[in-house]
């Protein structure tokens, strides 16, 4: 009785070779412009913004409405810190955002950004990993956590690229490509060669 019929060659390199499969990314990146910013500012930061604009309001209401020199002094005070909260609340917000698109910008420019605009997690993932990333570069711990998560989900380092069964592909490799492609060319023949095919024959030309 005759044993399995043998594997084709393709089938076991496949299974000899731990990399079969895998992708290999270009590393110049994505050479597209970035998608718009999708996220408004955080709702947090938000809600604090409008909550120190209502408490200027009602102090600039009561300061108009009283007559006593002590109390305007005080009140002018609140007013003042109030004011400067919502400078600072605006100020925090633009910031943010102005780092976030710069992130967003530059993810998008990297050689994994083409798997995630294949796969649509730019929607979800990507923008969630760029707010907690900024959030984490201000000292915000538990946005530190959500980050690193999120990045190996995305792929954003070796170890987690790999275990997308993705690459970059290295400088080295691209130029060992190079140059079999150059070795494959076939010369042209000697004997097929016309007289003026010869860069030499210039070099010796009267003018």
């Known amino acids: 009785m005759s ?9 076991r390199a496949r299974r000899n070779n731990p990399k079969a499969g895998f992708r290999v990314l270009k590393p110049e990146g994505r050479q597209l412009p970035a998608p718009p910013w999708p996220l408004q500012p955080s709702p947090r930061a938000q809600a604090e913004l409008e909550s120190n604009r209502d408490r200027v309001a009602s102090l600039q209401v009561e300061l108009d409405g009283t007559m006593d020199g002590p109390t305007k002094g005080r009140l002018r005070r609140r007013l003042n810190e109030a004011g400067i909260r919502v400078a600072q609340r ?21 050689p994994q950004a083409v798997m995630w605009e294949e796969s649509h997690s730019y929607r979800t993932m990507l923008p969630m990993y760029v707010r907690n990333q900024i959030a984490a570069e201000q000292g915000d711990d538990k946005a530190a956590g959500r980050a690193i998560a999120l990045s190996d989900r ?30 494959t060319v076939p010369p042209v023949p000697t004997s097929k060669r016309k007289k003026g095919d010869d860069p030499r024959n210039g070099l010796f030309a009267v003018s």
């Open 154 to 183: 995305l792929g954003l380092n070796d170890k987690a690229l790999h275990s997308l069964r993705a690459e970059i592909e290295r400088a080295e490799a691209a130029e060992a490509q190079g140059e079999q492609r150059r070795r």
């Open 3 to 11: 044993g399995p019929s043998p594997k084709h060659p393709s089938i």
């Open 90 to 110: 605006e100020l925090e917000i633009e910031q943010a955002r102005d780092a976030e698109v710069a992130l967003w910008d530059v993810l998008w420019s990297t």
